[in-house]
């Protein structure tokens, strides 16, 4: 939930990790997929949707996260392109795409799903999050979906002061390297960013973020 509903910090961090769900048949990564795009937080070009110039212009200068259910399913060449601009959507970089070398500016972070091991290249390895689906259903997300205050959370984003939040990300970036010494350095940045996200998600929704380190060994 941190990750979709956090990708308009990237204005402020410029970066954003990609996130894969990995989960066998029927633990419900669809559900969850499906749950987030009808309630507008991300928008879902699996299958027959999927094709490499949909993704660029979904994904330029947007940073409303794409998801591709069951990745394996748009086969081999259109995963190696969606590689591609996974690698250019992480920092925002732009692209020159197709016959006529359109620009675009690959912005959207990416979901992807899959019933099995999903491979990254060297590459792209550092600059997604893995989680592993043991069961979700529909009514488990109702209210995060449903009633999440999307205009307000946006406004109370785009006030962020960036110095407040490059000290959060730095005390979330150090506790995380103290907790996990042997992760490297960008896999601690992008989990810091999320960290980073949900103490603003507390402050958000009034809650305290008092004993934050105890928080941030819970966490990690």
Known sequence: MIWVLGTEFKKLSGFYPHLIIE?????GKSSLIDSFSKADLLTNI????????????LGNNSFKPIAVDDVFSIGENY????????NYAYTSKTEKYGYDKEEFISCAPV?????????????????????KLEQFTD???????????????KAFIDDINQQDFY????????????????????????Q???????????QFLGLSNDNLKNHLKILA
Do not use: Q
């Open 46 to 57: 699996s299958g027959n949707l999927f094709t490499p110039f949909a993704i660029r212009r």
């Open 139 to 153: 009514s488990n997300n109702d209210w995060s979906t449903k009633k999440w205050p999307k205009k307000k959370w």
């Open 111 to 131: 979901l992807l799903s899959g019933h099995k091991n999903i491979d990254m290249p060297d590459t792209l390895i550092n600059k997604v999050i893995k989680i």
């Open 167 to 190: 000290e959060k990300m730095n005390t979330c970036t150090l506790a995380l390297s103290e907790i996990n010494p042997l992760l490297s350095e960008t896999m601690v940045r992008n």
């Open 23 to 27: 989960g066998d048949s029927g633990t």
């Open 79 to 86: 995963f190696g392109h969606l590689r591609v601009f996974m």
């Open 192 to 202: 810091a960013l999320m960290l980073t996200i949900w103490i603003y998600m507390r």
